[in-house]
């Protein structure tokens, strides 16, 4: 039987970069609200109910899948990859007519 020698874990904090300068943001500048996308409703009405976020401090946004969901209707259980949501069914025109335009 083969002895341990230590045992541990890497932790790797990622690098985000911003702006024209490319600075780096450091992790305790970010402010980070998750949201339930099937909760927003159509496209068009995101701006207004996301605003409570910036409003309130929040500098970064964590949107769950916006993909067509499964059975269940889980955040997470995603029917298919490449299919929008129908819930946002102004996002599917959109996303439709830049297709169009390829």
């Known amino acids: ?3 341990s020698n230590g045992s ?3 932790l790797v904090d990622p690098v985000i970069h911003a702006g ?3 600075d780096r943001v ?3 500048c970010i402010r980070c609200q998750t ?4 909760a927003l409703g ?3 009405d995101w ?3 996301l605003r409570v976020a910036h409003e309130a401090g929040y500098n970064m946004i964590h949107f769950t899948p916006i993909q067509e969901l499964g059975e269940s209707n889980s955040s997470y ?3 298919d990859q490449l299919a929008l949501n129908s819930a946002f069914s102004k996002v599917r025109c959109f996303y439709e007519r830049v297709n169009e335009r390829k």
């Open 42 to 44: 159509p496209f068009t």
């Open 26 to 28: 450091p992790m305790d």
């Open 20 to 22: 024209k300068m490319d």
């Open 77 to 79: 259980c995603i029917r």
């Open 47 to 49: 701006k207004d109910r």
């Open 35 to 38: 949201v339930l996308a099937k």
């Open 8 to 10: 541990g874990y890497f």
């Open 1 to 3: 039987m083969e002895e």
